[in-house]
């Protein structure tokens, strides 16, 4: 059974009760009491060892550690012998836990909040938090540190002047291909995250609407059995089968390339009525957008009146 979680709040003086600090390699070192305000603590992504010496100092030096799972973030700090106390902030009890947050902080408070893994707020609740507290008045403080997206960019080998950071793709199938319609548009590199059970059927749509586009697969970052796939779209998609679906997935798709054209109105119709002939008008939106260069809005109103014509006047969405 679950541990009723305890308040965020703290008895008046328990923080200072014990000495504060941390350890590296059996050597014992002092942090000050940290800065009254809410401290945003980029945390290891795989690595413990990816910790830096500030995030060690705050966390070691706050009166509350606010995490998603108190169990992951615990292996961080008997990791270096941290011994503030954590307390349980993610999406089901975000809305109970803000309250108490700012209850501390008004108080005098520190309060370090940290994701499972890597850089707070990215892909998690945090942003609701960090907005009340700036609008109450309390500091803020970011703790710069290791981030997936930043991690997969570094290893894809893929042009890193421009991208787009999507999180998590729809995980059902057909809103799924709707936003990858969506985002074969952008003219950036793509990142994104998978899991496990997804990423073969992911992978299969990304090559259907995307075509031949550079990409890697990053699995399991900076941990033991890190792995980087590099290579077309579609031959990821056709080894999708062999691929090792334990861990976690960062996805990296190169831009569209720089001479691609503009199909002329003559050639769209030709592709949706080849489209439509086996597909829905939704996957054939959905494949044209992305190879004709034109504007979904567009694509979408020919293909409803070409269906109209092949499907007599029955034109299934």
């Known amino acids: 059974m679950r541990a009723k979680p305890a308040p965020i709040n703290m008895p008046e003086g328990a923080a200072d009760?014990?000495?504060?600090?941390?350890?590296?390699?059996?050597?014992?070192?002092?942090?000050?009491?940290?800065?009254?305000?809410?401290?945003?603590?980029?945390?290891?992504?795989g690595n413990l060892g990816d910790i830096t010496l500030r995030a060690l100092e705050t966390l070691a030096g706050v009166d509350v550690i606010a995490c998603e799972d108190t169990r992951i973030?615990?292996?961080l700090t008997e990791r270096y012998a941290i011994s503030a106390q954590l307390k349980p902030y993610h999406e089901h009890n975000a809305e109970a836990a803000r309250p108490k947050i700012l209850?501390?902080?008004?108080?005098?408070?520190?309060?370090a909040l940290v994701s499972d893994a890597g850089t707070p707020l990215i892909s998690d609740p945090g942003f609701k938090l960090v907005r009340e507290v700036c609008a109450a008045g309390h500091a803020v403080y970011a703790l710069p540190g290791p981030s997936s997206v930043l991690a997969a960019l570094s290893l894809a080998a893929l042009?890193?002047?421009?991208?787009?950071?999507?999180?998590?793709?729809?995980?059902?199938?057909?809103?799924?291909?709707?936003?990858?319609?969506?985002?074969?548009?952008?003219?950036?590199?793509?990142?994104?995250?998978?899991?496990?059970?997804?990423?073969?059927?992911t992978l299969a749509d990304l090559a259907e609407i995307m075509g031949g586009r550079e990409a890697a697969i990053c699995r399991e970052l900076t941990k033991l059995h890190e792995e980087i796939t590099r290579a077309?779209?579609?031959q990821l998609a056709?080894?999708?089968?062999?691929?090792?679906?334990?861990?976690?997935?960062?996805?990296?798709?190169?831009?569209?390339?720089?001479?691609?054209?503009?199909?002329?109105?003559d050639a769209l119709d030709d592709l949706l009525r080849e489209q439509l002939a086996t597909h829905s008008v939704k996957d054939t939106v959905a494949h044209a957008v992305a190879l004709s260069g034109r504007p979904r809005r567009e694509v979408y109103a020919r293909a409803?009146?070409?269906?109209?014509?092949l499907r007599g006047g029955d034109a299934e969405d």
């Open 238 to 265: 056709r080894e999708a089968d062999t691929l090792e679906t334990r861990g976690e997935f960062v996805l990296v798709i190169g831009p569209p390339a720089a001479d691609a054209e503009v199909l002329t109105s």
């Open 17 to 45: 009760s014990a000495p504060r600090g941390f350890s590296i390699d059996a050597h014992r070192l002092a942090a000050p009491k940290a800065a009254p305000g809410l401290h945003l603590v980029a945390t290891p992504i």
């Open 304 to 309: 409803l009146e070409l269906a109209k014509d």
């Open 232 to 234: 077309p779209l579609h």
């Open 73 to 75: 973030t615990r292996r």
């Open 103 to 111: 209850e501390a902080l008004a108080q005098g408070g520190s309060v």
């Open 159 to 201: 042009p890193t002047d421009r991208f787009f950071f999507e999180g998590f793709l729809p995980p059902k199938s057909a809103a799924r291909r709707s936003r990858l319609a969506e985002l074969a548009r952008i003219d950036a590199t793509l990142v994104m995250f998978d899991s496990g059970n997804r990423v073969q059927d």
